[in-house]
């Protein structure tokens, strides 16, 4: 105590989507929530400062925006996230316990995931990629390179890849993200119902048949 109090620097890693060559970074808002600083580092190792434009909770996704001096950058394809189907091949990209870019390899183990994850969104894509801390925000591919998804969280016991990884599909980021970026959010809409599990014991009592 006598040296007076420390100034303490606490670190936080994750990856991100190049969605246009203007500089506008999808990501999570897990990844930059509560960031006094955001550093984006390239494949080719130059380094911008960005900027937070906006984060929406329910789907975790944050957008963020460098400034490259007019230099364009390479950016990539979207995919129709509804054209997945369970078994196809995917790829996860992305930077895990800081160790530089990585890719790994899997399958699409479900689609329309609800009632899982951190987050209020109810249809994750489910995939055995292995994705582990600082994949956060990165994309998922289908294989010929073009994204269908955003790794967002992972399902382990021990905080790393267990073979149960979620993504946020592409489709919903497409609705969400012009809206975060000219808007600064996104209105949802509310249909005023809820569900629950229909089991066969409300099937006998409503003498339903099986």
Same mark, same amino acid.
């Given at each position: 105590?006598?040296?007076?109090?420390?100034?303490?620097?606490?670190?936080?890693?994750?990856? #991100?989507?190049?969605?246009?060559?203007?500089?506008?970074?999808? &990501?999570?808002?897990?990844?930059?929530?509560?960031?006094?600083?955001?550093?984006?580092?390239?494949?080719?190792?130059?380094?911008?400062?960005? &900027?937070?434009?906006?984060?929406?909770?329910?789907?975790?996704?944050?957008?963020?925006?460098?400034?490259?001096?007019?230099?364009?950058?390479?950016?990539?394809?979207?995919?129709?996230?509804?054209?997945?189907?369970?078994?196809?091949?995917?790829?996860?990209?992305?930077?895990?316990? #800081?160790?530089?870019?990585?890719? &790994? /390899?899997?399958?699409?183990?479900?689609?329309?995931?609800?009632?899982?994850?951190? &987050?209020?969104? /109810? /249809?994750?894509?489910?995939?055995?990629?292995?994705?582990?801390?600082?994949?956060?925000? #990165?994309?998922?591919?289908?294989?010929?390179?073009?994204?269908?998804?955003?790794?967002?969280?992972?399902?382990?016991?021990?905080? /790393?890849?267990?073979?149960?990884?979620?993504?946020?599909?592409?489709?919903?980021?497409?609705?969400?993200?012009?809206?975060?970026?000219?808007? #600064?959010?996104?209105?949802?809409?509310?249909?005023?119902?809820?569900?629950?599990?229909?089991?066969?014991?409300?099937?006998?009592?409503?003498?339903?048949?099986?």
């Amino acid at each position: 105590f006598s040296g007076g109090p420390e100034k303490r620097q606490q670190n936080s890693l994750g990856s #991100g989507v190049i969605v246009n060559p203007e500089g506008v970074i999808v &990501t999570n808002k897990h990844v930059v929530e509560g960031a006094d600083e955001i550093t984006v580092v390239l494949a080719d190792r130059r380094e911008f400062e960005a &900027t937070l434009v906006a984060k929406d909770d329910r789907t975790d996704l944050a957008i963020l925006r460098i400034d490259t001096g007019g230099a364009p950058l390479s950016h990539i394809e979207l995919k129709d996230s509804d054209d997945l189907d369970v078994g196809d091949l995917v790829l996860a990209i992305g930077n895990p316990f #800081g160790v530089g870019q990585t890719v &790994t /390899s899997g399958i699409v183990s479900a689609l329309a995931r609800t009632q899982i994850g951190a &987050t209020g969104l /109810s /249809s994750f894509i489910q995939t055995d990629a292995a994705i582990n801390p600082g994949n956060s925000g #990165g994309p998922l591919l289908d294989r010929h390179g073009r994204v269908v998804g955003i790794n967002a969280q992972i399902i382990s016991r021990s905080g /790393s890849n267990a073979g149960v990884g979620l993504a946020v599909p592409i489709n919903i980021a497409k609705m969400v993200v012009p809206a975060l970026i000219k808007d #600064g959010k996104y209105e949802y809409s509310w249909l005023g119902i809820s569900g629950a599990p229909f089991g066969p014991d409300v099937g006998e009592l409503m003498e339903l048949p099986k």
